[in-house]
Nanobody, 115 residues
Framework: QVQLVESGGGLVQPGGSLRLSCVAS????????MGWYRQAPEKQRELVAV???????NYADSVKGRFTISRDNAKNTVYLQMNSLKPEDTAVYLC?????????WGQGTQVTVSS
């Protein structure tokens, strides 16, 4: 069993930056693929970024060049650095951890991009 707790969301102006964190507990962290989805009102949940246990990353086209996912296995933490934020990035951002067929989810953190 893995518990995930996100933090770092908030209100930011267009063009601004935020860094989300997701701390995992309850199980060994390093074997899990980690990532972030986002859920905006009246839109489908969208995969934003993923990082494998070996550090390979992948991003949605909509965030490439602006967002960076990273992990610190010593701190059981995955990060999402978000730069050049746009109003369309507004959503609840959810952290997940996946090992084989099992996926764990955090509760989410709200990101609002507005002037």
């Amino acid at each position: 069993q893995v518990q995930l707790v996100e933090s770092g969301g908030g209100l930011v102006q267009p063009g601004g930056s935020l860094r989300l964190s997701c701390v995992a507990s309850g199980s060994a962290f390093s074997p899990y693929a980690m990532g972030w989805y986002r859920q905006a009102p009246e839109k489908q949940r969208e995969l934003v970024a993923v990082i494998t246990p070996g550090g390979t990353t992948n991003y949605a086209d909509s965030v490439k060049g602006r967002f960076t996912i990273s992990r610190d296995n010593a701190k059981n933490t995955v990060y999402l650095q978000m730069n050049s934020l746009k109003p369309e990035d507004t959503a609840v951002y959810l952290c997940y951890a996946r090992l084989y067929a099992t996926t764990y989810w955090g509760q989410g953190t709200q990101v609002t991009v507005s002037s």
